[in-house]
């Protein structure tokens, strides 16, 4: 029995010992000159995932993307205080971060602007903001507090003269983040959403978009943080954002990256 | 009641959870399309997942089991004043929301920097170790391991210590009465007595490493292919609206732990079709 | 040999004091009901609890009051034996040589060795669990008694099993005890079980020793009620004086004086007679005249219990009462000699530690049998 005991002890522990080598060699391997950390905003995904790789491709310098909602990234940014880049869907966050003394170097990268989505085929005929008081509506909204998808919702209501308060009898659902509004039109839990024009895209295959006639924009930052080990390459990457090859990529997206800032 | 009325409605709760379950996951599976799990499942991205996922709820589970089953055995066999408090701490690690613990880990480490700035010396000191930890553990594949193991061992401690708790002292005296100090004594006697015990608590512990989400993207982060295990890769498809990838990841990481649960609960010696076999 | 002296331990609210000496070849049987102790006190011999200071434990001159469990060379089974549910027969017994790092073969011959004696080697190779009872004691004190220690200590060895195994595990024990030559502390609260292994006998109660001595000592001279009722003994009374100072009890008078201001005494019964004679009673002669008021069998004999101005019980055999005609309701006379009749000690509890030997001059047996 105790002989069974032992072989069982000294496997375990050579496997244990296996698992952390490799663990750590596969972390190791990629080391290349130098990395850069990205936080980016989930709903920017797609388009900095393409321009990352374009990004190491053409400098050699490795990019890691580790993405969340915008304000939970803050939170990570100022508990952590590591990061070369924060990529946030709104200026909202990035006056935060500024705020707090994180901004070394800000600049807009693209222009977001909120949309009506509804289910293909728009059954209840919704045309407007107006028609979205309706009652019997199902509406989704972002949180007004939390999400930037969220906080122009007051600004187009009075915007496209929208009663408020039959607004507020419509919504059945409030998100923090911007990606979860886009599944709920899918999988039918609400009738209509508020989103941004480049989310609304992902989702062209199930649902339509309404534009919405008195419109806000809501600009993307890139922020290189002030607590990068790289600055250097932070710029870079912020300046390959911003030049030509990098809007290109953004316009391919559905992004809007037009000149102007 | 009848003979078989007993039986007959035991067996109702059990049938309604089980189908529940069984409902669910077959709806998940409708909801896919065929293109879908291969496109995902062959993906690059998601093998690296998926063996991440794999190698560190595994340490995971090691790590947690070696720490736990001296606390459980302490915390059953030492009577001393504060016990209570021990275990309540311990099970605080269950009761807390996981995103709790992930955020608290960040600020623990985030005091080290703090501290580092403080005039009094050994606190400096305190806080250059909790920074080098920091550099250790954060946005790095350790820090999945960290998120883990807070969120694991709480529960291969409660499960280890029920185990020790049942088993009577009087076998362990007899072991030192035949020659043990009380360290043989647990080697020899205790611990294959418990063996049973560790060996669910070893089960608990793993699984909840596996299916573990939150802490983990906030204490190591989201990042694809270097921190990135299966529970964040469903979660950043679903983020950008590819419900369909997501619940094909889900029913792979279901696949996944359904084999090794199994594999767990045969290789311990029950059968596949009912009934215990005499290991 | 086995000094115990001033063995002192507390748990919780409850104490335990204990002076005792056990010779090198003696069977020791310790007599007390559940809670008094007697798990407590082994415990603290095998070293498992430490003892207070002022405590000494001695095994042939060597001090153990210090030592380890393992440093004793103690063998102890506590009660249901305790045996180590992951290990085979074979391995349980083997379990204190593996530890010693004893080689293989030797294990092997030594295990045979110590089945045999107890007639459980056909068990060797069976798993713990599915034992019967007396198999699994047997285990148990094979397991205590390969290293052959200096002490075997067991806990209700015999509790839990039915009394034809009870007996035949008996018949065993004394049968080890008188060939390994080794003392042994028998904890029971059966005095079934003192009867057929003892070789003397400590009535414990409440954390300390009322009263040790061999069963004849304790039957004929128990110290008060409390070892009068451990021991069986069936015409335990209490009395007033009479006119002459002598014992008398509902105006029966006796033909012994009261001692040391106590009135409870007993008579023993197997002392008790039945007499034809049918002269009539004198007064302090020490005979009753009585009915009887009922007879119950008490293995081998029977108890006749005889009602006058004292209930007395004694005991016959089926053929003298056949003789004798006895028989429910029938009158009869019976008569006791004085040294029937023993005083006990009035008070319920004893003084802790009552000095072995000084016994109000009642105890009649040396202790320090070498």
Not at chain 2, 50 to 72: C, G, W
Request: proline letters at 4%; charged letters at 20%.
């Amino acid at each position: 029995m105790r002989r069974d005991l032992r072989f069982c002890f000294t496997a375990i522990v050579a496997g244990s010992i296996a698992l952390s080598l490799s663990l750590g060699v596969s972390a190791e391997e990629k080391k290349p000159q130098s990395e850069i950390l990205v936080h980016c905003a989930a709903g920017m995904r797609k388009p900095i995932e393409f321009c990352a790789k374009k990004f190491e491709d053409s400098l050699g310098i490795r990019v890691e993307l580790s993405y969340d909602g915008s304000n939970r990234l803050l939170g990570q940014i100022l508990l952590t205080h590591k990061g070369d880049v924060y990529v946030c869907g709104d200026a909202e966050y990035a006056d935060s971060a500024k705020a707090k003394g994180l901004v070394d170097k800000m600049a807009t990268i693209c222009l977001f602007t909120p949309v009506i989505l509804v289910k293909k085929g728009n059954p209840h005929k919704i045309l407007s903001m107006t028609d979205l008081t309706k009652p019997g509506l199902k509406i989704g909204q972002g949180d007004e507090k939390s999400a930037a998808v969220g906080k122009i919702i007051p600004k187009l209501l009075s915007l496209n003269t929208v009663d408020a308060g039959m607004w507020k009898k419509n919504v059945v659902l409030i998100t923090p983040t911007v990606t979860e509004l886009g599944n709920a039109v899918k999988l039918g839990t609400v009738d209509a959403v508020i989103v941004w024009n480049s989310i609304a895209l992902g989702y062209k295959d199930v649902a339509e978009i309404v534009p919405i006639a008195q419109n806000v924009t809501a600009t993307v930052e890139a922020v290189v943080l002030t607590t990068s080990a790289d600055k250097t390459a932070a710029s870079e990457f912020l300046d390959f954002l911003k030049s030509q090859s990098g809007r290109k990529i953004f316009t391919d997206a559905g992004y809007d990256a037009t000149k102007d800032k | 009641m009848s003979k078989k009325a007993f039986p007959i409605l035991f067996s109702i709760p059990l049938a309604i959870l089980t189908g529940a379950i069984a409902l669910i996951i077959v709806a998940d599976i409708s909801y896919v399309h065929k293109s879908d799990i291969v496109s995902t499942l062959l993906s690059r991205d998601i093998i690296t997942s998926m063996i991440l996922t794999l190698e560190t709820s595994a340490i995971t589970t090691l790590i947690s089991v070696i720490i736990a089953i001296p606390s459980a055995y302490a915390l059953s066999r030492f009577k001393f004043p504060g016990a209570i408090v021990l275990d309540t701490l311990i099970d605080l690690l269950i009761v807390v929301p996981v995103l709790v613990v992930g955020v608290s880990i960040l600020v623990f480490f985030r005091m080290g920097f703090l501290l580092e700035s403080s005039p009094f010396l050994p606190a400096a000191l305190a806080g250059k170790v909790i920074q080098w930890l920091a550099d250790v553990f954060i946005y790095q594949r350790a820090g999945i391991v960290l998120a883990q193991f807070f969120c694991s061992v709480p529960f291969a401690v409660r499960v280890i210590k029920s185990t020790f708790d049942d088993m009577s002292p009087r076998t362990e005296h007899v072991a030192q009465t035949l020659g043990c100090s009380r360290m043989q004594a647990f080697f020899r006697v205790s611990l294959p007595l418990a063996r049973q015990g560790i060996f669910a608590g070893a089960v608990l512990a793993w699984a909840r490493a596996f299916g573990l989400f939150g802490p983990i993207s906030i204490v190591a982060g989201a990042v694809r292919q270097k921190t990135e295990v299966l529970s964040t890769s469903i979660f950043l498809e679903i983020s950008i609206g590819q419900l369909e990838r997501g619940i094909a990841l889900s029913l792979l990481m279901v696949a996944i732990a359904s084999l090794i649960l199994l594999a767990l609960r045969i290789g311990s010696g029950r059968t596949l079709f009912g009934g215990n076999v005499q290991v | 040999m086995i000094e115990i002296v001033n063995l002192r331990h507390r748990a919780g609210e409850f104490r335990l004091t204990v002076d005792l000496t056990i010779a090198g070849d003696e069977y020791f049987v310790l007599l007390g009901k559940t809670g008094c102790g007697k798990t407590l006190l082994l415990e603290c011999l095998s070293g498992l609890r430490r003892c207070d200071e002022g405590t000494s434990i001695k095994i042939n001159g060597r001090d153990i009051t210090l030592a380890e469990p393992r440093e004793r060379s103690i063998g102890y089974v506590p009660q249901e034996g305790a045996l180590f549910s992951h290990l085979n027969v074979h391995e349980n017994i083997a379990f204190a040589l593996r530890v010693a790092h004893v080689s293989k073969k030797d294990i092997g011959t030594q295990v045979i060795q110590i089945a045999d004696l107890l007639g459980i080697a056909h068990l060797l190779n069976r798993a713990v669990k599915g034992l019967s009872g007396g198999e699994r004691q047997r285990v148990a004190l094979a397991r205590a008694l390969i290293r052959k220690p200096s002490m075997l200590l067991l806990d209700e060895p015999v509790s839990a099993l039915d009394e034809t195994t009870r007996d035949a595990v008996c018949k065993e024990l004394l049968k080890i005890q008188r060939e390994m030559k080794i003392p042994v502390v028998h904890v029971c609260h059966s005095l079934d079980e003192a009867t057929m292994l003892a070789d003397r006998v400590a009535i414990m109660r409440a954390g300390s020793i009322v009263q040790t001595g061999t069963l004849d000592t304790l039957f004929r001279f128990p110290r008060d009620e409390y070892v009068a009722r451990m021991m069986r003994i069936d015409n335990i009374l209490s009395g007033d004086l009479s006119a002459r100072g002598n014992l008398s009890v509902n105006g029966f008078e006796l033909s012994e004086k009261p001692v040391n201001g106590s009135r409870q005494f007993i008579i023993n019964p197997h002392l008790v007679r039945v007499t034809k004679s049918n002269a009539p009673v004198r007064m302090g002669s020490n005979v009753m005249r009585g009915t009887v008021r009922e007879m119950h069998r008490r293995g081998p004999v029977t108890g006749i219990v005889v009602e006058g101005p004292l209930v007395l019980t004694l005991f016959a055999r089926p053929d003298e009462i056949e003789d004798m005609g006895v028989a429910k309701g029938k009158e009869l006379s019976v008569a006791f000699p004085g040294q029937a009749i023993h005083m006990l000690k009035e008070g319920g509890i004893s003084p802790p530690n009552p000095p072995q030997g000084d016994l109000e001059g009642i105890d009649r047996e040396n202790i320090h049998r070498l």
